[in-house]
């Protein structure tokens, strides 16, 4: 009896305390787990496989026999065929041709620009949109300087039975041969698809993908038309526990991209008889001026990050009780918003920075001798641009900024082709802005969450979280909350935007906190085998579902 009394004190306590929400999940509805129906017998065989230690092995020695073949891309390599280095390419397409025999004697295959791979797995029903699956096979390049601090050769593709190891494991070679490992396993069970299956690889994504994805996505919308996919999935942030709970985040948008440079030029001389400020001088005003105005991060009920809290509040029982009380306040209360966004921003600075247009004083140059006048100094500052704004609006910001303080320095001003003097008659010199490199880029448009393509993504996202899901240890199925989010940075998927309203950047493993973390372009970067293992899964999962589903 006295247990039944403790039990409905708390069951009230808990309906106290969401009283003013009668159903707390709704905050953040979630898809249910998607299995296979049709093919729901090939499903459960290769399930069976999935949890075998020969599968694990047998999938690791694919991604180190990849890592092994150093596929490094630079910034300023000469186009395909005039610079040797894209030659390392072929090498790892022949790895390719031996490690899955049954994808290339089945799929078609374009090269495009010589190393941008395009494969075809041809459907029965050509009324089908095709599903495109992407990945890319270059890698930044390794430091020789700390290629002995690593604990294994970073091109050795060692595994220890837990780890491959090696530069490309976790960034994207793991995209790339578990795709592909999911394509042979498929045509190893004689499964036939439906829906056409492409699969698209870039080979220079590390170098803004001018000679790979921009490439392959001309060659893409020439094959297929406008909007010619269902639906595209590239990598994106893997899961991650956040108050007790795995949050798989699919990208729904990128932000922008834009370099602003910043060039003083003034007269020269001998520093025997210098101005009040050199060009350095000038520019280290701007760039402190520039930095004190930076944009701030602010939570709107339109962002990402608002529907991130509202999942939290629905999901995560390790949330404080008072945030999550704001939380769900914040649906109509301003000051409760604003609580909500100085309690999530302060305890993540990563989603406070994925929420304003962020900027980087990356380059500073300026000054050739100690004793000359430098006559020109400059600046790139690095900014990669929120959803809710663009690079019009970046421009006239930087303008606004930086206009009235070169006019307070005595300089002449211009941005970005238009002149506007600050004193015609001055001489100290001239302040220009312009777009550095001419790599600006508009945020991504959002794919939209309340469509089909959505839910067999989300729902194959939570299907595919059976022990041991995605390198979790203890991950069930139903245990991962789908939220929509958006990335900091730039993916190949900027050159497919009219192939599809429907891109998702996503990678289906999870990510462990403590030392194993942060690898990715660093010293010992490295993919447990796990991880791997589940996003064969993932991917086996996906083009089953996207193949019985008929409404994309």
Known sequence: MRQLLVCLLALSLVLCLYSDVPD??????????????????????????????????????????????????????????????????????????????????????????????????????????????????????????????????????????????????????????????????????????????????????????????????????????????????????????????????????????????????????????????????????????????????????????????????????RLPAALRTDIRAARTSDAALRRVEAALFAGDPALAARERTTQAVDVVWGGMKSNVLPERAGAVVNHRIAVHSSVTALKEHASAVLGPIAASLGLTFSAFGNTEDASSDSSAGHVRLSDAWGTALEPAPVSPTDSAQWRVLAGTIRAAGGPPAAGHPSLKEHDVVVVPSLLGGNTDTQFYWELTPHIFRYNHYYARKGPADGRIHAVDEACEVQALVGMVRFFVGLILNVDESEDL
């Open 24 to 317: 707390l999940p709704q905050l953040c509805p979630q898809v249910p787990p998607l299995l296979p129906k049709l093919h729901g017998k090939l499903w459960g065989a290769l399930e069976r496989w999935f949890s075998t230690q020969r599968f694990a092995d047998r999938t690791a020695e694919l991604l180190g026999g990849a890592v092994r073949i150093p596929t490094e891309v630079y910034d300023a390599m000469a186009p395909v065929g005039e610079d040797p280095r894209w030659d390392v390419f072929s090498q790892l397409h022949q790895f390719l041709l031996q490690a899955f025999p049954l994808t290339h004697a089945t799929l078609s295959l374009n090269k495009v620009n010589a190393y941008g791979l395009v494969y075809a797995w041809k459907g029965t029903d050509d009324t089908l949109k095709p599903l495109l699956l992407t990945a890319h096979q270059d890698v930044v390049p390794v430091d020789p300087s700390n290629a002995a601090n690593w604990t294994n050769p970073p091109y050795s593709g060692y595994y220890d039975g837990v780890r491959v190891w090696g530069r490309g494991a976790a960034d994207d070679k793991n995209g790339l041969i578990s795709i592909l490992t999911s394509v042979e396993l498929l045509i190893e069970r004689t499964f036939t698809p439906k829906r056409t299956v492409v699969l698209a690889f870039g080979f220079d994504e590390e170098a803004a993908g001018l000679q790979g994805a921009c490439e392959i996505g001309k060659y893409l919308l020439q094959t297929y038309g406008e909007s010619g996919f269902a639906m595209l999935v590239d990598e994106g942030d893997p899961i991650e526990d956040t108050y007790g709970v795995p949050f798989a985040r699919p990208a729904v948008s990128e932000k922008g991209y834009f370099d602003l440079a910043i060039d003083v030029s003034a007269p020269g001389g001998h520093s025997s008889v210098p101005p009040r400020h050199t060009t350095i001088g000038l520019l280290a005003s701007l760039l402190v001026a520039y930095e004190a105005a930076a944009p701030p991060s602010r939570l709107t009920r339109a962002s990402p990050a608002y529907t991130h809290a509202q999942c939290l509040a629905a999901h995560a029982p």
